[in-house]
């Protein structure tokens, strides 16, 4: 039996277990399930935990753990992570509309901060949990509701009301039911049924490990995902940072060192390593790509724990217009072409509806096959579409392993495709084979920023004129 074989066994689909489980009811030793007895936090008896090892179709392996009291009846429910956990964090926010934006499938690691800003609610890192937004919500209800009662500053107990309401009249809660329990009932006649208050729910996890669901596809104008680089006070949470006594080392001669005899053109800086706060230097050298402009690529490389980052930034002048590039491409050839995608350009691929909106990916000097392989490999690793929601979950999980069949297609040059990188600051490129010349399978347009966009970049309120005027008025009067 193979590694990836053994591993399979050892986290079976969800479903697997399932059946494993029913097929196992007369021999205790043919389930799946590991029972523990457990001290209940309640009554101070023994309870009875159950364990699952699964794998999330998608996503990556979990545990799935169940506890229950039969003495008292107190019971609750864990989900931890098994795998990894990722190179960068993630953030997933999502904007929920309508009644069918609560069916969202989500899952919270014990590192995820949750916010809603309409409400001005940030909730701290809960227990790992798999649930909808409508458990979230009425979770968040029933955890608020216990604590409510005993407070007794008026404005604060007023403004905490007002925030129960206000989950209550989105989810629709009557008071009759129960608040700690998640439904998973369809409603059919009532997916596009606005709520009564729109929301954005923000998932801010710098461990990776949490997920957002998104609908149809990662073009769902509701729903966004940026990863980040962790800081060093968040490697620090994740227990990744070693004590202070040993990053307290000297850099300024291994600095020296290390510059000894290098490109006068190349520049250093010391600084520390954000997953193992050790000492590391980044270098930083200004290029110029032919045809294009100036830029400056930044390398760091950390000799203690492995950690690599590079990172591409314009060496040149704002430039005055956007510009949207589209390449055809028709066969491996094109592959190999030399691509720049700055941190402020999308790509998309129609063909296969494809969208990568601004920020996702960062800053990449690479190939088009390189750029192409790491979107696939972002998705098959990060994506979940799965649950026991029926038959629609089903069709979804077919949709999407039909779009990543398209893309594996694509990124082998299978099928000919379009693609797009539109970038509001100008600083993507991507290489033509028939320089000087213009490359016939390639369009460059160059357009006017909107208003919007000038906004998301900083540039409305950025003052560049008048100023030697301004000191000069200041100093006469």
Known sequence: MTRS???????????????????????ISARPLEEIESLCMQCRKQGVTRMILTSIPFFQEVIVMSFCCQHCGHSNNEIQSAGKI????????????????????????????????????????????????????????????????????????????????????????DGDGDEGKVTHEKRELLNEDPVTHAITITLDDPSGNSFLEFVGSMSDLKWNMRTYERSLEQNQQLGFVPSAEDSEENTADKGRQESEGLNEELFEFPGICPHCGRPLI????????????????????????????????????????????????????????????????????????????????????????????????????????????????????????????????????????????DDPLANSHVQNLYAPDPDPNMEIVLYERTWQQNEDLGLNDMNVESYDGDDMKGAES
């Open 5 to 27: 074989e053994e591993r399979f066994e050892f986290f079976p689909r969800i479903a697997d277990v399932a059946d494993r489980t029913h097929a196992g009811d007369g021999d």
């Open 86 to 173: 990722r190179p960068e964090g993630v953030m997933y926010t999502v904007k929920v509309l309508n009644r069918g934006d609560l069916d969202r499938q989500l899952i919270c690691s014990e590192t995820c901060n949750i916010n809603i800003p309409e409400f001005q609610l940030v909730l701290p890192p809960p227990r790992g949990q798999l649930t909808t937004v409508e458990g979230l919500l009425r979770k968040t209800v029933a955890d608020i509701s216990v604590q409510h009662p005993h407070i007794r500053d008026k404005n604060a107990y007023a403004k905490i009301q007002e925030i129960v309401d206000g989950l209550k009249q989105i989810i629709a809660d």
């Open 282 to 421: 980044t270098r930083m050298k200004k290029v110029s790509i032919p045809y294009f402009k100036d830029s400056l690529i930044m390398s760091t490389n950390c000799d203690d724990c492995g950690y690599r980052d590079n990172e591409i930034k314009s060496g040149a002048a704002i430039s005055g217009q956007g510009k949207k590039i589209m390449l055809k491409v028709e066969d491996r050839d094109d592959l190999s072409r030399d691509i720049l995608k700055s941190d402020t350009s999308g790509l998309s691929i129609p063909e296969i509806d494809l969208v990568l909106h601004p920020g996702t990916l960062g800053g990449r000097f690479t190939t088009l096959e390189g750029i192409l392989d790491q979107v696939y490999d972002e998705l098959t690793e990060k994506v979940f579409n799965t649950g026991d929601s029926g038959v629609t979950d089903i069709d979804d999980r077919a949709e999407f392993r039909e779009f990543l069949r398209k893309l594996e297609q694509v990124k082998n040059a299978e099928i000919p495709f379009t693609l797009i990188l």
